[in-house]
């Protein structure tokens, strides 16, 4: 017997973080019956973060119906707010779509087509700050759902989201079957991933270096995106 197909969407744009991308394609392309479409304004090649480049599959004028539209994050999303395709394809996606999601920054991208209002939603650390601005609720937590908005925290988080979708979309069962086949068993040499367990040196010296200032051209971005 053949599974019904589920379309699962990504939206991609320059300048996307590959692993927010990949981590959760590489375990909801295992969903029985899935369909995974990456969309983007056109099929030439997306650079990420990473120097190497993403193949889109399909126009956003010739993309399916998302049941499943997932939004990456990335330095890319400063400029991706602006860009009007891009948002107004996620609008119209989301208004059909069973499941709204984006992983680390991409919620900004949510928030920016008026997703995220009077939701409860999370995103990397350095940026929770700036959640209130899209009228969304921060919650410290790695995944946070909120009706059929899911959105998670910074990069690696995109597994543990792509996991607890999978539970909603098939089954728990589906979702360990698929967690043991790809043997996704964290366990990382040092307990420092969030600022909540990290030393607040090691935390201080990674803002100073690096996030403080992404975070301000992000709040400077979103003040000058047209929101709904």
């Known amino acids: 017997m053949s599974e019904s197909p589920i379309n699962i969407v990504f939206v991609l744009f320059p300048e996307i973080t590959q692993l927010d991308f990949t981590g959760p ?14 969309a983007a304004e056109t099929l030439a090649p997306l650079r990420t973060d990473s120097g190497f480049s993403v193949m889109p599959n399909t126009r956003f004028e010739s993309c399916p119906q998302a049941d499943v539209l997932c939004v990456p994050g990335g330095f890319g999303v400063e400029t991706a707010i602006s860009r009007t395709p891009l948002v107004d394809f996620v609008r119209t996606q989301a208004g059909q779509a069973r499941w709204v999601t984006s992983v680390c920054t991409g919620a900004f991208i949510l928030g920016t087509a008026g997703l995220l209002r009077g939701k409860r939603a999370t995103t990397h650390w350095a940026y929770t700050h700036l959640l ?29 989201f792509a996991l607890t979708l999978i539970a ?12 043991l086949a790809l043997e996704y068993d ?6 420092c991933g969030h600022p909540n367990v990290a030393d607040p040196s090691l935390v201080r010296q990674l803002n100073e270096s690096r996030y403080a200032l992404a975070a301000a051209r992000m709040e400077q971005a979103l003040k000058e995106s047209p929101r709904l």
């Open 25 to 38: 394609a590489q375990f909801l392309a295992r969903i029985p019956g899935a369909c995974l479409y990456t």
């Open 132 to 160: 209130p601005q899209v009228a969304a609720t921060y919650e410290n937590s790695r995944v946070v759902e909120d009706d059929n908005v899911i959105t998670a925290g910074g990069v690696t988080s995109g597994i543990d």
């Open 168 to 179: 909603r979309t098939a089954t728990p069962a589906t979702a360990q079957r698929i967690q």
């Open 186 to 191: 964290p366990a990382p040499p040092y307990h």
